[in-house]
C-alpha cells in the first residue's frame, strides 16, 4: 500500500518512546481533554504554530502531521514533527489539547496542513498563512538627533505602518533621562536610530530604564538600531541595577514585537557575578532584550548583543516570570540567527509558558548558562540548531550548563514538553559547561536528539540523573559526560572531532561547525521530520552544522 508522504514515516518517531508508558507520563495528563476544538495556526514568518482538542485525543494517540505550499503538486507533501497529546492542568493559556509547531517555513506564503489522529479515522485540513517579511508602510516621520527622549504615541494601521526613520540621527539623552524612546502606539516601525545614554543617573530608585520602553501597542517593528551606555548604577551593589534593557517592556497587551538587525552592546555598567560583591550571590546587571509577561508572538531575530568583561550583562535576552503560565518572550515567539556574548546568567533566559516558543540557529557564548528553561510549564519549547560555547560564573571561573533545566518557583512549573534537536557544545577555547542538558538538577518532559553535549570532564553530566526526573526521552546524542544507564541507547560515547578550520569568525559573524567524516556522531542521528537535513530516514550529522552545509550565519550578517 503507498501512503502519503508526511504520514509515511517509517518509525513514525518510535511511538513506543515518543509517549511513554502512562505511569511514566501521567503528571502533565491529569486535566480531562477539551471539547472538541478545530485545528487553528499562529503564524511567525518562518513559523506555524498548531492547536487541535479533537474529541477522541488521549495520550498514546499522537496527531501526524503533513503540510505543503498551497496548490503544490502531490509530491510536495512533507512530514511535520508530531504533535502530543499534553493539556496543562491549572490553566486555559495551552489553548489545545494538541500543540506544535512547523518550522523552517517560508515567508509570505499559505500552506496546506493535515493532520491525522494515530488510530483513528479522525482527520482535519486547514490552511496557514506565513507573516510576509514586506511590511506595507505608510507615512514617514523623519527622527532628528536629540538629547530628549522622543515618545511615539502616533499609530499606523495594518496596510500602512507608520515609520520613525531614525537613519543617521542619535538620540543620547545623556544619562537624564530613563529612556531614549517610549512606544505606545500600534503598527509602527522605529528604524535606524543609534541611541545612548539611557537610564537617570539622578534616580536611585528600583524602576526600569530601558532605552527603548515600549508602554503598550502592537504590531511594533525595532529595526537596524544601535544602542549603547544604558543603564544606571545601583549605589548598594557597586554594579548595575538588575534588568534595566535596551529594548524592554512590561505591557501585558504588547503581541507580534519584531527586534530584527539591531546592534545592542556595551551598557554604561557592569554586572555583578556569582561572587561579588559577595559569596554566593545571584548576578544582577542589564539586559539586551527584557520582556515580562507580554501577550508574546513575537521575533527576536538577526541581532548582535555584546559587551566585554567590565560591562557584562545578567541575562542577555530575557525577562520573565519565569515560575508561571506566562514570562518570557511570550508564547508563539521564535529566536533566532542572533549572536549573543558576555553575562553572568542565561545568554538566552526563555522561561515561564513557552508555548509553541522556538529557538535555532543562534551563537551564544560566554556565560553561566546557555539557555535557561526553568522551568516550560505549557510547551512545546523546540530548541535546535544552536551553537554554544564559553561557560563561566566569573573571570577565571568555570560555569553550569549547556540547558539550565530545573524549575523556578517550585517544581509544580515543570509540566510542558521541550524538544532538543541537532544542538551544538562547541569546545572552542576550553570553556565548556560543567553540565549538558541539566547538569544535576530536575529535568521533565524533554525529547533529545542529535545534540553534541561536549562537558569539560567525563566526570561531569551531560544528561542529568536527577531522582525526580520524569518524561524524559533521549537518543541518538553524542556525549562524554556522565549519562544514566539506558537513556541513550542509540547514543554516542565520545568527544567530537571538526573539520579543519572549525571555529567562529568573530569578523564575519560566520562559524564552521562541521564533523570530520572520522568524528564520533558523523551520520549517527536519528532523521527527525522538518528539522533534520537529507531525505526521509537518511542518517543526519548529530550537532547543529551538517557536513556539506555553508557556514552558519549569525546576527546583522545572517539576514541577508
Not at 16 to 35: D, M, S, Y
Not at 515 to 541: M, Q
Amino acid at each position: 500500500m503507498i501512503r502519503p508522504l508526511g504520514f509515511a514515516i517509517t518509525r513514525i518517531l518510535t511511538l513506543a518512546a515518543l509517549f511513554p508508558l502512562l505511569g511514566l507520563a501521567a503528571e502533565p495528563f491529569v486535566k480531562a481533554p477539551r471539547t472538541t476544538r478545530a485545528p487553528f495556526a499562529i503564524a511567525t514568518f518562518h513559523c506555524l504554530g498548531l492547536y487541535w482538542s479533537p474529541a477522541d485525543g488521549a495520550i498514546d494517540k499522537p496527531v501526524l502531521v503533513r503540510f505543503r505550499p498551497q496548490g503544490a503538486p502531490e509530491s510536495a507533501w512533507r512530514g511535520g514533527y508530531p504533535l502530543r497529546f499534553h493539556p496543562i492542568p491549572g490553566t486555559d493559556e495551552d489553548l489545545a489539547d494538541y500543540r506544535g509547531s512547523l518550522v523552517h517555513l517560508t515567508p509570505g506564503t499559505t500552506y496546506e496542513i493535515e493532520l491525522k489522529l494515530v488510530g483513528t479515522e479522525t482527520r482535519a485540513r486547514l490552511t496557514a498563512a506565513t507573516w510576509s517579511e514586506q511590511f506595507p508602510e505608510g507615512e514617514t516621520a523623519r527622527v532628528a538627533s536629540s538629547d530628549q527622549p522622543l515618545a511615539i504615541t502616533q499609530s499606523g494601521r495594518p496596510g500602512a505602518y507608520r515609520v520613525y526613520d531614525g537613519r543617521g540621527a542619535t538620540i543620547d539623552v545623556q544619562h537624564k533621562h530613563d529612556a531614549c524612546i517610549t512606544i505606545n502606539a500600534s503598527h509602527v516601525i522605529v528604524r535606524g536610530v543609534t541611541l545612548r545614554g539611557a537610564g537617570d543617573a539622578a534616580r536611585k530608585t528600583r524602576s526600569y530604564a530601558h532605552a527603548i520602553n515600549i508602554l503598550g501597542g502592537e504590531d511594533i517593528i525595532i529595526e537596524d538600531c544601535d544602542v549603547s551606555d544604558w543603564g544606571r548604577l545601583n549605589p548598594e551593589t557597586g554594579f548595575a541595577y538588575d534588568m534595566d534593557a535596551a529594548i524592554g517592556s512590561r505591557a501585558a497587551g504588547l503581541r507580534r514585537l519584531a527586534v530584527q538587525r539591531c546592534k545592542l552592546h556595551h551598557p554604561t555598567y557592569d554586572g555583578s557575578n556569582w561572587t561579588e560583591p559577595k559569596y554566593p550571590t545571584h548576578s544582577m546587571g542589564t539586559q539586551a532584550i527584557s520582556l515580562f509577561n507580554t501577550a508574546g508572538n513575537h521575533v527576536i531575530r538577526y541581532n548582535e548583543c555584546f559587551t566585554d568583561l567590565e560591562h557584562m550583562f545578567n541575562d542577555i535576552i530575557g525577562g520573565g516570570s519565569n515560575g508561571s503560565f506566562k514570562g518570557a518572550p511570550g508564547p508563539d515567539s521564535d529566536v533566532y540567527g542572533n549572536f549573543a556574548s558576555g553575562c553572568w546568567d542565561d545568554v538566552l533566559e526563555i522561561e515561564g509558558g513557552n508555548r509553541n516558543t522556538r529557538l535555532w540557529s543562534n551563537y551564544l557564548e560566554q556565560s553561566l548558562m546557555g539557555i535557561g528553561n526553568a522551568a516550560t510549564s505549557i510547551g512545546p519549547l523546540y530548541i535546535w540548531r544552536n551553537v554554544y560555547t564559553r561557560s563561566q560564573q566569573h573571570p577565571t571561573g568555570g560555569g553550569g550548563n549547556f540547558l539550565k533545566m530545573g524549575f523556578a518557583g517550585g517544581e509544580e512549573w515543570m509540566t510542558g514538553t521541550q524538544y532538543i534537536f541537532h544542538n551544538t557544545v562547541f569546545a572552542g577555547d576550553g570553556w565548556l559547561p560543567t553540565g549538558g542538558l541539566g547538569g544535576t538538577r530536575i529535568v521533565k518532559h524533554v525529547e533529545s536528539r542529535n545534540n553534541i553535549l561536549h562537558v569539560r570532564e567525563p566526570r561531569n553530566s551531560s544528561l542529568s540523573n536527577h531522582r525526580a526526573n520524569i518524561d524524559n526521552r533521549y537518543d541518538f546524542d553524542l556525549f562524554n559526560g556522565q549519562c544514566p544507564e539506558g537513556l541513550e541507547p542509540h547514543g554516542v560515547r565520545g568527544e567530537p572531532i571538526y573539520a579543519t578550520g572549525a571555529g567562529f569568525d568573530r569578523a564575519t559573524r560566520t562559524g564552521q561547525f562541521h564533523l570530520a567524516p572520522t568524528s564520533p556522531g558523523a551520520a549517527a542521528g536519528e532523521w527527525l521530520p522538518n528539522f533534520s537535513e537529507g531525505p526521509p530516514g537518511s542518517p543526519p550529522d548529530i550537532g547543529a552544522h551538517p557536513r556539506g552545509a555553508e557556514p552558519m550565519k549569525f546576527g546583522v550578517g545572517a539576514a541577508r
